[in-house]
């Protein structure tokens, strides 16, 4: 059963992606999906014509893509992929999907080189921190950011990223790239989890992941007695080179 919250923050991220560069050219391009997980954006661009190449760290989830596309007789192009080292693939993209990785790589710099050393455009969309000692720990309850230890950073992430947004911005404008900030409110998504980080229905821990934060401001939720936020700073770039 596919987890309703998930759902929504793939559709908008599909959506977003498909407004800039049209749902038709997708058709014969080729894409390199970076961290691909179970395959998700990676499937819905192949349906969409996309000629794509799954990679990840973890073999047991290229082995869940190849098991998803096996009963439509589609084999993936499938690679083992750990971008914390240095990569080199011997081809070129005309895409590359580099989603939710970043903030899990320590070496998440020479990452990006490596990303853009095989492709003129990327989009780029991870956690980042939203200002310079901003803790980890901070919640949201009744409108008012208070620490709460006992709920982990975002809940759904395994990694705090260690970069703002500035420190990604100034290090591709420094390896000689373009990029376009996407911090659209229509990206935000709320995600109900349970202490363990099950989705669910109806919970006691909500992360919302949010894109139109501004810089050194407080982000507020508006939320009620019963329910506690987190919040995710998230953002997408259009990176060109």
């Known amino acids: 059963m596919k987890h309703l919250f998930f759902e929504q923050y793939k559709s908008k991220r599909i959506k977003k992606i498909e407004s800039i560069f049209g749902r038709n050219w997708f058709a014969g391009k080729s894409i390199l999906d970076v961290g691909t997980a179970h395959g998700d954006m990676g499937i819905h661009f192949l349906k969409r014509g996309s000629l794509v190449l799954f990679s990840d760290v973890r073999e047991e989830l290229l082995q869940d893509v ?25 081809r070129r993209f005309d895409l590359i999907l580099h989603l939710g990785v970043l903030q899990n790589v320590p070496n998440w710099k020479q990452d990006l080189e490596c990303a853009m050393s095989h492709t003129n455009h990327m989009i780029l969309d991870c956690m980042v921190v939203p200002q310079e000692g901003y803790e980890s720990n901070t919640s949201v309850l009744d409108n008012k950011f208070v620490n709460k230890p006992e709920f982990p950073y975002a809940g759904v992430h395994s990694e705090m990223p260690s970069f703002t947004q500035e420190a990604v911005e100034k290090h591709l404008t420094s390896i000689g790239c373009k990029y376009l900030r996407l911090d659209d409110e229509e990206l935000n998504t709320d995600w109900a989890l349970t202490r363990k980080g099950d989705n669910i229905m109806h919970g006691d821990l909500y992360t919302r992941i949010v894109y139109d934060w501004v810089y050194g401001q407080d982000y507020v939720v508006h939320g009620s007695d019963t329910i506690r936020y987190n919040l995710c700073f998230q953002r997408m770039w259009l990176v060109l080179k």
């Open 66 to 90: 190849r098991n998803t596309l096996a009963p439509m007789s589609i084999v993936p192009d499938t690679i083992k992929l750990d971008t914390n080292y240095y990569y080199d693939l011997k």
